[in-house]
């Protein structure tokens, strides 16, 4: 018989991440937190301090020797700190790739046209995976396709760099650029 998978043990392992109130193990604990004497205190006098706050004994150290505990609002903590990991994540910065596919014989007008997309995805700080498709017979074309992309990266030196140069892969042959750091 197979177990369902539930919300339980990562919950859980939330919890435990900290101990709190009567979990804690010490007999003696250095109490800190705002209001307080910080002092070494036995255990229950410190739960006790707690207590008539109406907050939590949460330990913070639990390696020291007397563990520190502090007294706090535990839920409010745990909430300010996923408030907290979920403001880093969002400033991380996600990289864009931005595809542009040529073929071997573009003309010169699709090309501007493509460019002029390169360039806008360049400069809005995107990475640019530009490649040249072969269909059928076209792969004999190859030098045609390299000659196509080198021109694109020589036009696009200004607001991106060469990553990759062009390198055959399949039916594609493939150059990744990247934006280049604007000064401000």
Known sequence: MRRKRGRGPSRRKQEDQHRINEKIRADKVRLVGDN????I???????GIAQEMGLDLVEISPNADPPVVKVMDYKKFIYEQKKREKAMKAKASKVVVKEIRFGP?????????????A??????????KAYVFFKGRSIVFKDKGEILLLR?????????????MPKLEGKRMIMFMAPTKKSK
């Not at 360039?119 to 640019?128: R, V």
């Open 41 to 47: 205190y036995p255990t229950k006098k410190a739960l």
């Open 105 to 117: 014989n573009t003309d010169d007008h699709d090309y501007d046209f493509k460019k002029k997309h």
């Open 36 to 39: 307080v004497e910080m002092d």
């Open 152 to 164: 694109l990266a020589q036009d696009l030196e200004h607001v991106g760099k060469v990553e990759q």
């Open 119 to 128: 360039e806008k995805f360049l400069s809005d700080g995107a990475k640019l």
